[in-house]
């Protein structure tokens, strides 16, 4: 498959390609090198991009709607805007990564890398992020409605006025992290660390906790509405 003068397919060399506004729907690059490419405005749904090195790439609103990015490589790329709602990015690296307002609800993020990006105003809705790490990360008025998070590491994450009700959390470490006036409402906490986390004006309304739940000091958790033995 050619598109403006250049090889698509797996293994392809397209470092600094100019794709903006592509049509790649379905495009085979897994093991593909795209460092610093521009894919602003494409349609890579249902792409497959396994493996693929994409740093620094510009993706601006670009769709990758329920496209395959199984361990690729998005370190520093600009993402901001893109639609990836229901892709594959488990084992991906992210750091550095712009998503401000990306769609990525129902991805799978299972075991991904994002540390240091920026997640403002992100849409993660059902997304599966269990064993991700999201250290530092930016996630203010992210939301994380129903994401099934388990074990992921959230250290020092900036979650203010996040909407991450209905989550499982069962096991994240949120050691540092600030959740100033984020809505927790009916989210599993069980086994969660939150030391030294910065909790004013969060709601944890009906939260699942239990004994192994780490809380900040001197911190007064709600009841867990007789839910803490999980029986």
Same mark, same amino acid.
């Given at each position: ?8 397919? =797996?293994?392809?060399? $397209?470092? @600094?390609?100019?794709?903006? /506004? ?5 495009? !085979? ?9 521009? &894919? ?12 693929? !090195?994409?740093?620094?790439? =510009? ?8 496209? /395959?990015?199984?361990?690729?490589? %998005?370190?520093?790329?600009? %993402?901001?805007?893109?639609?990836? @709602? +229901?892709?594959? $990015?488990? #084992? ?7 998503? +401000?307002?990306?769609? %990525?609800?129902?991805? !799978?993020?299972?075991?991904?890398? $994002? ?7 992100? &849409? &993660? ?10 250290? #530092?990360?930016?996630? #203010?008025?992210?939301?994380?409605? @129903? ?23 069962? @096991?994240? =470490? ?8 984020? /809505?927790?409402?009916?989210? !599993? ?10 909790? /004013?004006?969060?709601? %944890? ?27």
């Amino acid at each position: 498959m050619k598109v403006r003068g250049y090889e698509l397919e =797996i293994g392809a060399d $397209l470092a @600094g390609a100019d794709l903006t /506004d592509a049509d790649l729907r379905y495009v !085979d690059l897994s093991e593909s090198w795209l460092g610093g490419a521009v &894919l602003s405005g494409s349609d890579l749904s249902d792409a497959r991009l396994v493996g693929a !090195d994409l740093r620094h790439t =510009i993706c601006r609103e670009t769709v990758f709607a329920d496209a /395959d990015l199984h361990h690729a490589n %998005l370190w520093s790329a600009d %993402l901001t805007d893109a639609r990836l @709602g +229901g892709a594959v $990015l488990s #084992r991906a690296w992210l750091g550095n990564a712009r998503l +401000g307002g990306a769609d %990525l609800r129902s991805a !799978d993020l299972g075991g991904a890398w $994002l540390t240091a990006a920026d997640l403002t105003g992100a &849409l &993660l809705g059902a997304a599966t992020l269990a064993g991700a790490s999201l250290t #530092r990360t930016c996630m #203010r008025d992210t939301d994380l409605t @129903g994401t099934f998070a388990g074990g992921v590491d959230l250290r020092g994450a900036v979650l203010n006025g996040a909407t991450i009700r209905a989550a499982n959390l069962s @096991g994240a =470490i949120l050691r540092g992290a600030s959740l100033i006036d984020a /809505d927790l409402s009916l989210t !599993d906490l069980v086994g969660a660390d939150l030391t030294g986390t910065q909790m /004013d004006g969060v709601s %944890l309304h009906g939260i699942r906790h239990d004994e192994t739940t780490t809380w900040p000091e001197g911190f007064q958790p709600p009841s867990s509405d007789n839910l803490d033995d999980h029986d």
